[in-house]
């Protein structure tokens, strides 16, 4: 049989085949070919399994995986060589945003973006908790909607508690599978409640110490919503490190970088002590953000996110 991951513990998997959810563990020695990873199957994944009875226990076991049409990876928060697949085959990703309580860092969002264009998976910015900020903090929101919507994403400004601009994502969500994604403590669980109360998902206070969420949701998990939708509600990440990224490649997942690509004197132009290099021209016009060159260098020298140093709004 073939079936969808809706959820993983890490040893055992829901599969849902047709209107059927079915619990299931990993063959063996069962391994995704180049792929170094820690969890060889991750939720959305499309699988093959069969059903084998255990003491009147009906239970699957996965005998392969179909190819994925994307995924979005990271780097293991333990093991820095290897990655973590946080979910596979996603339409849309909305990455939830917040200025503070707890602060979210242009360093961050940059990372996240590029693994998703490395992917061909858009992403929606979504400004979240915007009933609570002061007239400086609604600054900064348009602070970085100058930088991202002039590139091409997309930014909304939302209330999980009063429900501003929900109806707008729930349009954008009919029909696809939707991966929700940010910090601890963003309003991501929230919001999904809102916009389907019958989950019911736990949700946590945020930590007024340091100002960072509390862990609520353990694992990732696939939901399907009342009006033709999937949600897939993920952990809270705290950094995001990027994997596989090829120096000379990497501007190509920056589309302001890589509409400019073509002025550059050299084709192999990483936009950095090159002669003549159109990315450098509009960053010195200020054509460019240089927050977003800020984040590429990071990203080229392979420097981890610096949580003290990030800019936000010019800030240090």
Not at 99 to 107: A, E, G, H, Q, R
Not at 203 to 223: L, P
Not at 259 to 284: M, R, T, Y
Request: hydrophobic share 35%; net charge negative.
């Amino acid at each position: 049989m073939i079936g969808t991951v809706y959820k993983s513990t890490g040893s055992w998997y829901w599969v849902k085949h047709e209107e059927t959810f079915y619990k299931c563990r990993i063959k063996g020695k069962f391994r995704i070919k180049g792929i170094k990873s820690t969890n060889p199957i991750a939720v959305g994944d499309k699988v093959e399994f069969n059903i084998e009875t255990t003491n009147d226990e009906e239970t699957g076991i996965i005998t392969d995986i179909l190819e994925r049409q994307n995924y979005i990876v990271r780097k293991s928060v333990n093991l820095s060589k290897q990655t973590h697949i946080i979910a596979s085959n996603i339409d849309q990703v909305f990455l939830i945003i917040t200025i503070d309580n707890p602060p979210t860092f242009t360093t961050f969002i940059d990372r996240f973006l590029v693994t998703a264009e490395a992917y061909s998976i858009d992403v929606v910015l979504i400004f979240n908790k915007i009933d609570t900020y002061t007239i400086e903090q609604k600054a900064e929101i348009l602070y970085l909607k100058d930088i991202y919507e002039p590139i091409g994403y997309k930014c909304i400004e939302t209330s999980a508690t009063t429900g501003k601009n929900v109806q707008q994502i729930k349009e954008m969500m009919v029909g696809k599978v939707s991966m929700f994604s940010g910090h601890s403590g963003v309003g991501k669980t929230t919001l999904v409640n809102y916009i389907e109360p019958s989950l019911n998902l736990r949700t946590k206070e945020i930590s007024d110490q340091h100002k960072q969420g509390q862990h609520t949701t353990t694992f990732a998990e696939m939901f399907d919503l009342s009006f033709d939708a999937s949600i897939i509600d993920t952990p809270g990440i705290k950094g995001f490190g990027v994997v596989d990224m090829e120096k000379d490649e990497l501007g190509d997942y920056f589309p302001e970088f890589f509409a400019l690509k073509q002025d550059c004197k050299f084709n192999n132009c990483i936009h950095l002590n090159e002669p003549n290099c159109a990315v450098k021209d509009a960053l010195e016009r200020e054509e460019i953000s240089w927050s977003r060159y800020k984040s590429y260098l990071q990203i080229l020298e392979g420097e981890d996110e610096n949580y003290r140093t990030d800019i936000l709004s010019g800030r240090q």
